[in-house]
């Protein structure tokens, strides 16, 4: 099975930054496109940013500009850099995969496997 495991969240205040890393296993990039997505308290889970093998990217509007998303495909990693983070920006973050035929993947019934979840707090 897909594995897809977390980390890197904590606590920051605001204007810092984060950087989440998510490590893949037992998964062929080629054959899935990737996302982060997050969940606050009292709401659905939303997209933030996806990626496809071949590098391209879609973000939220809430944070365009502030967030990137890259795929290291040789060290099966996927990463978050947050940049200007905001305290509605606290959430925790999951890493998932979704299959090639969604683009971009944002809505939570897209994904077929999912990480645990990192705890990002902005104060």
């Known amino acids: 099975d897909v594995q897809l495991v977390e980390s890197g969240g904590g606590s920051v205040q605001a204007g810092g930054s984060l950087t989440l890393s998510c490590a893949v296993s037992n998964y062929n990039f080629r054959r899935y496109r990737m996302g982060w997505l997050r969940q606050a308290p009292s709401t659905e889970r939303a997209g933030v940013a996806a990626i496809d093998n071949e590098g391209r990217t879609r973000y939220a509007d809430s944070v365009k500009d502030r967030f990137t998303i890259t795929l290291d495909s040789a060290q099966n990693t996927l990463y978050l850099q947050m940049w200007a983070l905001k305290p509605e920006d606290t959430a925790i973050y999951f890493c998932?995969?979704?299959?090639?035929?969604?683009?971009?993947?944002?809505?939570?019934?897209?994904?077929?496997?999912w990480g645990q979840g990192t705890q990002v707090t902005v104060s």
């Open positions: 998932a995969s979704a299959p090639t035929s969604v683009w971009p993947p944002f809505d939570q019934s897209q994904f077929l496997y």
